[in-house]
């Protein structure tokens, strides 16, 4: 009884060992296979698909994996894209099915995993398309791309795709790409402009530092429809001059563009003055003051929108409206925009533009908000941008 009991746990055992090299032959046998150097060329277009440095790697023996686990392989295929021709390119990386042994039967491609870790990051678990497409994109003239390929079962593969294969290689697709092309392929997914191998995106820094602090008059009112008005009740004609302060720099050699309508303005203590108002800023440079004037008003029905724009020269430089009768005038929506800070430096639009399209009153920000280009029908370059993925 004994020797058969023996007998019988042989042939379990037996059994049991067939069955598990049966399952890891399965695995074993799904393996991707490295070659050469594989170059593209189209024109002025050569992409070269570097595998020197790829190891054949096989779906781990292990059994399914997780996604969590997968992504964190040790065992990769590493490869490398380069662009030597004379132009951008768009690609698109392919898997593409291999013949299988005789007697082999293909997995079905959706328990296949992947993750494809592009210079290091963007590691994400993916299954395979229909058309087995791993990533597409544009590189740049002279850039190289390293990929590390991971593959594995997925966790959910059922007990019937257990003793199936997988065998694929690489191709890729590759096209030289225009300018506009590029561009177009940015705003498609949301940028501006396709500049220096990166989609970007760009905004502005929406500002508006005027302060409106009144120096010589009585008072400053707020009206009830939002306007102000410069009061001289109380004053008398020895008071002599009144300024409303815009704004103080704390930024030199920035360019300005001013705003405010003026809506009405009255003598009330009589006229002695040739010039009713007078845009003018404190200059400062090596202590020697100056006050450059921007516009001069003469006449009391002269009303209407003011803009114009100055340069900065010093961090004490003041900008404000003067007038040596106390004139009173009523104004509203006054700006000061910091051209250099919104738009950044060599950057900054015409006052012909800024006429155009700064009209809408901005309320006071003096650090800026960051706004998209576009909210202020912008079309050109600045400073600031976010880089989105392109592919």
Not at 19 to 32: E, H, K, N
Not at 164 to 169: E, S
Not at 222 to 228: F, G, Q
Request: net charge negative.
């Amino acid at each position: 009884m004994k020797k058969g009991q023996n007998i019988f746990l042989i042939i379990l055992l037996l059994i049991l060992i067939f069955i598990i090299l049966g399952i890891s032959y399965a695995f074993l046998q799904t393996s991707f296979f490295a070659t050469k150097d594989s170059v593209l060329k189209v024109g002025s277009l050569s992409l070269v698909l570097d595998e020197s440095e790829g190891n054949a790697i096989t779906v781990s023996a292990d059994g399914p994996l997780s996604d969590s686990e997968g992504v964190n392989l040790n065992n990769y295929y590493s490869f490398k894209l380069t662009n030597n021709g004379k132009v951008a390119s768009s690609y698109t990386i392919y898997l593409d099915d291999q013949p299988l042994d005789d007697g082999d039967v293909r997995i079905d491609q959706k328990y296949v995993h992947y993750s494809l870790e592009r210079d290091g990051s963007n590691n994400v678990a993916k299954s395979l398309t229909e058309n087995q497409k791993l990533e597409s994109g544009i590189i740049n003239s002279g850039q190289t791309i390293s990929y590390k390929l991971r593959l594995w079962f997925s966790s959910d593969m059922t007990a019937e795709e257990e003793n199936k294969v997988f065998k694929a290689k690489l191709r890729i697709e590759g096209v030289s790409t225009s300018e506009e092309s590029l561009n177009k392929k940015c705003q498609d997914v949301g940028g501006n402009y396709y500049v220096d191998g990166e989609c970007r995106k760009y905004y502005v820094m929406r500002n508006n530092t005027a302060k409106l602090v009144v120096n010589g008059y009585k008072e400053l009112i707020k009206n009830d429809d939002n306007s102000y008005t410069t009061s001289t009740d109380g004053l008398t004609v020895d008071d002599r001059v009144g300024k409303l302060l815009l704004t103080r720099f704390s930024n030199a050699n920035h360019k300005y563009y001013y705003s405010i309508n003026i809506l009405s303005m009255e003598e009330k203590l009589g006229h002695i003055a040739e010039i009713i108002l007078e845009f003018t800023n404190h200059v400062l440079v090596d202590g020697v003051a100056s006050w450059p004037r921007t516009e001069i008003i003469y006449d009391t029905s002269a009303v209407g929108l003011y803009t114009g724009t100055f340069l900065s020269s010093g961090f004490a430089d003041t900008f404000y409206i003067e007038s040596y009768d106390l004139a009173e005038f009523t104004f509203k929506d006054a700006m000061i925009i910091d051209l250099t800070l919104m738009f950044g430096e060599g950057n900054e639009p015409s006052k012909e533009w800024c006429d155009k399209h700064l009209t809408d009153y901005i309320e006071y920000s003096e650090s800026g908000v960051k706004t998209p280009i576009s909210d202020v029908n912008y079309t050109g370059k600045t400073s600031y941008y976010d880089v989105i993925d392109i592919s």
